[in-house]
T-cell receptor
Framework: KAGVTQTPRYLIKTRGQQVTLSCSPISGHRSVSWYQQTPGQGLQFLFEYFSETQRNKGNFPGRFSGRQFSNSRSEMNVSTLELGDSALYLC?????????????????FGPGTRLTVL | DQQVKQNSPSLSVQEGRISILNCDYTNSMFDYFLWYKKYPAEGPTFLISISSIKDKNEDGRFTVFLNKSAKHLSLHIVPSQPGDSAVYFCAARVTGANNLFFGTGTRLTVIP
């Protein structure tokens, strides 16, 4: 079974530009979450999509947006790039919806897209 | 505000000895805790988890301990192997949500 794939793996942009990152979840997985990893902050949750709907959102400015398609593939867009947006962007997929107390829907992470903003 | 904290950025341990990685949290609404392992150029991979209703979970060489009163959890690796060298992230989930709150990671180096 193929894992989570992310494209591109590396990206260099300049301030003010916009960027779109892509994530293909594991086949059959309907939930896709995005995280930003920076050296000082660790992994921070951006948003989660389930069945083409944004279900949860982290504390990031509106320049960060996303969407999910009917085949569960997801894209993340960052507009008006800033130097501080340089980070590793990770996508994670899980099988189904929310899990109740005592159980957890394991999230499987892709290798990430390394974005550098100059 | 970092709700999950890993105060040790790095840890070095001799092969065969015990590795203990620590994690503290502040949110009482966390109901599930996980440890992820990350190698360079790869995404984090799930290692072991524990529900808030338990205080210990064991899987082979890996054991996670949860102390709810202290809002503290730890990961024990016994015996440590060179292949365990990686960055370990502690993560937690709030009841009813899928997203995870991560710590900043601890880089474990197991010296042969």
């Amino acid at each position: 079974k193929a894992g989570v794939t992310q494209t591109p793996r590396y990206l260099i942009k300049t301030r003010g530009q916009q960027v779109t990152l892509s994530c293909s979840p594991i086949s059959g997985h309907r939930s896709v979450s995005w995280y930003q990893q920076t050296p000082g902050q660790g992994l921070q949750f951006l948003f989660e999509y389930f069945s083409e709907t944004q279900r949860n959102k982290g504390n990031f400015p509106g320049r960060f947006s996303g969407r999910q398609f009917s085949n569960s593939r997801s894209e993340m867009n960052v507009s008006t790039l800033e130097l501080g947006d340089s980070a590793l962007y990770l996508c994670a997929s899980s099988l189904q919806g929310l899990a109740g107390g005592g159980s957890y829907n394991e999230q499987f992470f892709g290798p990430g897209t390394r974005l550098t903003v100059l | 505000d970092q709700q999950v904290k890993q105060n040790s950025p790095s840890l070095s341990v001799q092969e065969g000895r015990i590795s203990i990685l620590n994690c503290d949290y502040t949110n009482s609404m966390f109901d599930y805790f996980l440890w992820y392992k990350k190698y360079p150029a790869e995404g984090p991979t799930f290692l072991i988890s524990i529900s808030s209703i338990k205080d210990k979970n064991e899987d082979g060489r890996f054991t996670v301990f949860l102390n709810k009163s202290a809002k503290h959890l730890s990961l024990h690796i016994v015996p440590s192997q060179p292949g365990d060298s990686a960055v370990y992230f502690c993560a937690a989930r709030v009841t009813g949500a899928n997203n995870l709150f991560f710590g900043t990671g601890t880089r474990l180096t197991v010296i042969p």
